[in-house]
């Protein structure tokens, strides 16, 4: 069994910032990609940003320059750091991994999903 928890929304003034933590944990062989979606009201789920265990880091255009997503492989945990908040960016974050558990097989794994709020 895999599970993927997120911690670390909350509500924020514009301009401010947040952090957000994704551990995954249960019988996990290896992690490929890990990203970041959000979700807001009456909008289709969109991708923040991914971070691949080699390679090219992609953000959504929204987002570059404010927000930096990373990963502790050790932990297996992805994280993302948001700066200068917008109103704009309120929305459910939910992050996902591609996982391969220790039956050897590989699928993507989803988070519960955490609020974020940022008010003007």
């Known amino acids: 069994q895999v599970q993927l928890v997120e911690s670390g929304g909350g509500l924020v003034q514009a301009g401010g910032s947040l952090r957000l933590s994704c551990a995954a944990s249960g019988s996990i062989s290896d992690i490929s990609n890990m990203a970041w979606y959000r979700q807001a009201p009456g909008k289709q789920r969109e991708l923040v940003a991914s971070?691949?265990?080699?390679?090219?880091?992609n953000y959504a255009d929204s987002v570059k320059g404010r927000f930096t997503i990373s990963r502790d492989n050790a932990k297996n945990t992805v994280y993302l750091q948001m700066n200068s908040l917008k109103p704009e960016d309120t929305a459910v974050y939910s992050c996902s991994a591609r996982i391969r558990s220790t039956r050897l097989f590989w699928d993507d794994y989803w988070g519960q999903g955490t609020q974020v709020t940022v008010s003007s």
């Open positions: 971070i691949p265990t080699g390679g090219m880091i």
